[in-house]
Structure formats: structure tokens, C-alpha cells
């Protein structure tokens, strides 16, 4: 895969934010958002996680910082929990909060990174 330029990584954040909407939307029409939200966020989780390890491949040097090692553990226990509450069919108020925890965390980085991208020219996202 070749390197994303600007504009492609603004397209694709853009994309994630409607995705972000449209599963909040349709997943409270439904009165399924809890499911809902449990999958975009096993999802999200998978697709950073891949991101990042096929980033690290391609370094020389594999030097993780402890942040970055802190965040990537936190991102695979979030896709834990988010499996986890996919597949068990009483609700727990922890996997609740977890969910909707980790779906603000997520959708409050999107909108920093677009702005963050509307704002300054970058040369790559990863």
C-alpha cells in the first residue's frame, strides 16, 4: 500500500465520522445501539491495532515507547470487552459504560485528527 496523502486521509476520516453518526442514528432507531456500538467498536479497535502492527513491521528499529505499548494493550482490552458483549445476552452496566466509554473516546480522536488535519498539512498518518 502506498503512502495516503492529504486529502485521501481527510476523505477517510470524514468517512469514519458520517459511519460514526450513522451507526448512532440507526442503532438508536432500532433500539439496538448497545450492539451496535459494540461492533463498530471491536471493529475500530481491530483496524488500529492491524494499522499499528504492520506499521511496526515495517520499522527497522522496533522501539515502542511504554504510552504507545499502554494504549495498544488499552485498545486490545476495549476489542475484549467489545467481542465479550456481542456474544453475552444479559446486560451488565460495566460493559455498558465500557462501550459507550470507548465509542466517545474514539469518535472525540476523529474529529481532533480532522481538525488537527484541516488545520496543518501533514505528510503522513502513520
Known amino acids: 500500500m502506498g503512502?495516503?496523502?492529504?486529502r485521501q486521509v481527510k476523505?477517510?476520516?470524514y468517512a469514519f465520522i458520517v459511519l460514526y453518526a450513522a451507526v448512532v442514528i440507526t442503532g438508536w432507531a432500532v433500539h439496538r445501539l448497545?450492539?451496535?456500538?459494540a461492533v463498530l467498536n471491536a471493529v475500530s479497535?481491530?483496524?488500529l491495532v492491524t494499522a499499528w502492527c504492520l506499521k511496526t513491521m515495517r520499522l527497522p528499529q522496533k522501539?515502542?515507547?511504554?504510552?504507545?505499548m499502554f494504549l495498544i494493550a488499552l485498545e486490545i482490552t476495549g476489542i475484549i470487552f467489545s467481542v465479550f458483549s456481542m456474544f453475552t445476552s444479559r446486560y451488565h452496566t460495566l460493559f455498558s459504560a465500557v462501550q459507550y466509554s470507548i465509542?466517545?473516546?474514539?469518535?472525540?480522536?476523529?474529529v481532533l485528527l480532522l481538525t488537527f488535519m484541516l488545520t496543518f498539512?501533514?505528510?503522513?498518518?502513520?
Not at 498539512?121 to 502513520?126: E, P, Q
Open 3 to 6: 503512502k495516503l496523502t492529504d
Open 11 to 13: 476523505i477517510i476520516l
Open 34 to 37: 448497545f450492539l451496535f456500538l
Open 45 to 47: 479497535g481491530l483496524l
Open 63 to 68: 522501539l515502542m515507547g511504554p504510552r504507545e
Open 103 to 110: 465509542f466517545s473516546i474514539h469518535s472525540i480522536v476523529l
Open 121 to 126: 498539512k501533514m505528510k503522513k498518518l502513520l
